[in-house]
Structure formats: C-alpha cells, structure tokens
C-alpha cells in the first residue's frame, strides 16, 4: 500500500496504475471474521499488516462505505479493494523525438513540449522525457536512484502542460554542481505567461510561502507563514490586453506549481490552467463572439498558457555561463494572435 490518495470507486473496471479486487461475501458465511482478516486470504502476497494500513487510508469499502478493519464480515457483503500496482523497478529507453537544445559531456539540454512528463511516475509509467533521453543519450546521473531509480540526471522539472527549457545532468558530478546552483539560487530561469487580469504596476513579485492544499491534496496553495517553504517569484508586464495580461516571470525559487499557484492566489490564473482556475472567463463578458473566442482557446491549447522561455547556469565542468532561449511554441503564438485581433 501506498501514500498515493485512493482513486473513485465508480467503475468495476481496473485503472490502468491500479488493480481492482471485488469480493462477495458469500450468503452462507457465517464466521464473523474481521475485515482485514477477511481480505488477507484472497489477496496474494498480502500481509494482516497491509492489508491495516491500506485500510486506514481508503483503500477498502464495504457496499461503499468506509469501515474499521476490525469489523465483521456479513453474508452479502460486497468488499472492493484497490491496490496500486508495483512500479516497474527502472526507467526504459523509448524512441521518442526529442529537441535537444545543447549537449556535451557533462549536461543536456532540453526544449521539452508540452504534454510531455519529466520523469516516470504513477499515471505515466512510459512517454516521459527520461524514457526518451535514455535511449537517445544513454547514461544520465545516478544521484536519484538510492530515493527513485525512476528520475536519472532529473535536477528539476516542469510542469506537464509547460513547455521550454530544461537541463539534465549526465554523470554524479554535474548533477551536484547544477543542484548547488539551484539551491543557491543562481541559475536564470524566465518564464513568458498570459494571466487573466493584470497586476497594477508593471513590475513586482510575489513574497509567499507554498504547500500542499490541505483541502486537495494534489495541489498546492499558498499558506500562513510558518507552514508552507519559501516562494518568491518575479514579474513584468510586457503588453495589456482586455483584461489579460502578457508578462515575463524570474523564478528565484522553484516550488511545485509556484508560478500557477501564485498568481491565481492573486486572483490572476494563469489563461487555460486547469487546475488553478484559468481555464473559464475570468473577466470581462463571457457573451457572443467573446466567449466563442475563448472557448476556442481553451480548445487551442488544452494546457496552461506557460512556456519555460530562458535558462542561464554556470557549466559544472568549465565553469562558463552558459545561456539559452527557446521560442514560444505554435499554440501560445496563435493564442497571443488571436489577443492581439480582438482583445486591444
């Protein structure tokens, strides 16, 4: 069992990172048995203990109800358990296009697409950008194997639906050299963002601490202070347009979702985020041609209008500073096309 919230109960039909258990009690039983019990006879490899803990978190129902494990089975019980399958115990090379930006020796860099994953994880086991760099570059850093054999040379990461520049390390030595300049917070990261809204003035930054979402763990929220790790991000106002806004970020730290999460709790989401709120009219008339326009936007991109556009560090081996610039993809340009027709 694992730490990995429990999916919905609603379909009888295994999900593709889970497997689903039915068990029937059947109408002669007449034992009492306990729950956890109960299951460890028909769940192979499954351990009393195991079978406690997947009980504690949600894991089991009994005619769709949650119960203790020391409840007694009845005769027509209907018992669903869900358990995640293993992950497999290393990424796999694939043969999937890649751009590479720069390579040498010590690291990669890459201009991943959108709608590509970083590194293997439930939900996308294969089709992520470690799959793909194993096969065209073969060996990356090992520095993540001993916590997650699933992330090779992965020093930091974007977003799925982000696309742009991203670098990875190609032995232990680099990796550490690049993690130190993270953690110190000297590599040059920019951002170009469309945001629904815009900020008063056309220069500011974002001074707020990030964490889990307690009420939805698989987001992140911005917290009191004292319970959520430094944030700080940096923006400029490039262009307004009818209540958006097109602007440049500087990460000067890099938290999960922090650019998404920071400005939707200034009540700016970023155009088209799914998750944070920007994937619906957030201001201005959502009417006639206005709102047609958008819906075909949110069509158009399907993702956060966000594109990771400049990254800048220090080599680990010659020590020149080295820096990139990748060009905003084809969906944000016919997005900001659009703005630039119908909402100046």
Known sequence: MTETPAPHFHSREDREDYTRHDLDVPEGHHEQMRLDKYITQFIQNATRNKVQEGIRKG???????????????????????????????????????LEIVHEDDDVIVVDKPAGMVVHPSYGNWTGTLVNALLWHRGNLST??????????????????????????????????????????????????????????????TIHQPLGRDPSDRKKMAVLEPGKGKDAITHYRVLKRYDHLALLDVMLETGRTHQIRVHFSWMGHPV??????????????????????????????????????????????????????????????????EKLDNYCT
Not at 91 to 97: G, H, Q
Not at 159 to 172: E, F, I, P, Q, Y
Not at 176 to 193: D, G, N, P
Request: charged share 25%; proline share 7%; aromatic share 8%.
């Open 271 to 336: 155009l088209g985020d799914p998750v944070y709120g920007g994937d619906s009219v957030r201001y201005g008339p959502n009417t006639g041609t206005r709102k047609t326009m958008f819906q075909n936007i949110f069509s158009l991109l399907g993702r956060q209008c966000l594109h990771a556009r400049t990254l800048g560090f220090e080599h680990p081996a010659s020590g020149d500073w080295l820096q990139f610039t990748s060009e905003i993809p084809d969906d944000m340009e016919k997005v900001l």
């Open 59 to 97: 894991w089991v129902r009994v005619n769709g109800l949650l119960e203790k494990a020391s409840y007694r089975v009845q005769p027509g019980d209907e018992i669903v358990i869900i358990v995640p399958k293993a992950p497999p115990p290393e990424a796999r090379a694939e043969n999937i296009p």
């Open 143 to 204: 520095v993540n194997h001993e916590q997650d054999s699933l992330r090779p040379g992965i020093v930091h990461r974007l977003d799925k639906g982000t696309s742009g520049l991203l670098v990875v390390a190609r032995n232990d030595h680099a990796h550490h050299h690049l993690s130190k300049q993270f953690a110190e917070k000297s590599v040059e990261r920019t951002y170009r963002t469309v945001i629904w809204g815009a900020p008063q003035k056309n220069r500011g």
